[in-house]
C-alpha cells in the first residue's frame, strides 16, 4: 500500500498502491469502489463529499456519494 486516507466522518477508507484504489466501508468491510491507473496520489474533502485521484498530470474527482 502507498498512500491511505480515512473519509473525515470515519465511515469509509481508500488506499493505492500506485496502480489501483480500493474504497471500503470502515463497518462492513464491503468494497465500495474501485479503480485501475497509475495513481500517484489520494485525498479527501474536508467534508468528506470529494476523493481525488492524482494520475500522472491530472486529477480525478469522485463524488463519495455516488462514487462516479
Do not use: C, F, N, Y
Amino acid at each position: 500500500i502507498r498512500e491511505v486516507v480515512l473519509a473525515p466522518d470515519k465511515r469509509w477508507v481508500a488506499a493505492t498502491d500506485s496502480k489501483r484504489v480500493k474504497v471500503w466501508e470502515v463497518a462492513g468491510h464491503k468494497v465500495l469502489a474501485e479503480w485501475a491507473g497509475e495513481i500517484d496520489g489520494l485525498a479527501v474533502s474536508p467534508d468528506g463529499t470529494t476523493l481525488a485521484l492524482g494520475e500522472r498530470k491530472q486529477v480525478r474527482t469522485i463524488d463519495t456519494k455516488t462514487w462516479k
